[in-house]
């Protein structure tokens, strides 16, 4: 089993930053891609941004150029740095991780999620 466990969601004014994290932890032999998720109250789950192992990134057009994932495989973290925030970003974040356990299976380990709000 894995635990995923979010951090670093709050109350920001538009144009300000943010910076998610995103730790696994358990039976953990390799993660392959991690990404963040959002979900607004009234829409659909959107792809935030994702990122592989061997770093390459993904973003949804609605974040590109604002937005940057990263990791740090050593510690099975992924962090999302949000800068330029609007209201349209408010909702929910959540973390996936692509984890590959020691008996070769893999599955998707979710986190609880933070909350991100954009207000002023």
């Known amino acids: 089993q894995v635990q995923v466990v979010e951090s670093g969601g709050g109350l920001v004014q538009p144009g300000g930053s943010l910076r998610l994290s995103c730790a696994a932890s358990?039976?953990?032999?390799?993660?392959?891609?991690m990404a963040w998720y959002r979900h607004a109250p009234g829409e659909e789950r959107e792809l935030v941004a994702s990122?592989?192992?061997?770093?390459?990134?993904n973003y949804s057009d609605s974040v590109k150029g604002r937005f940057t994932i990263s990791r740090d495989n050593g510690k099975n973290t992924v962090y999302l740095q949000m800068s330029s925030l609007k209201p349209e970003d408010t909702a929910g974040y959540y973390c996936?991780?692509?984890?590959?356990?020691?008996?070769?299976?893999?599955?998707?380990?979710w986190g609880q999620g933070t909350q991100v709000t954009v207000s002023s």
């Open positions: 990122i592989t192992s061997s770093g390459d990134t």
């Open positions: 996936r991780a692509d984890v590959v356990d020691y008996g070769s299976f893999e599955y998707p380990g």
């Open positions: 358990g039976s953990i032999f390799r993660i392959n891609t």
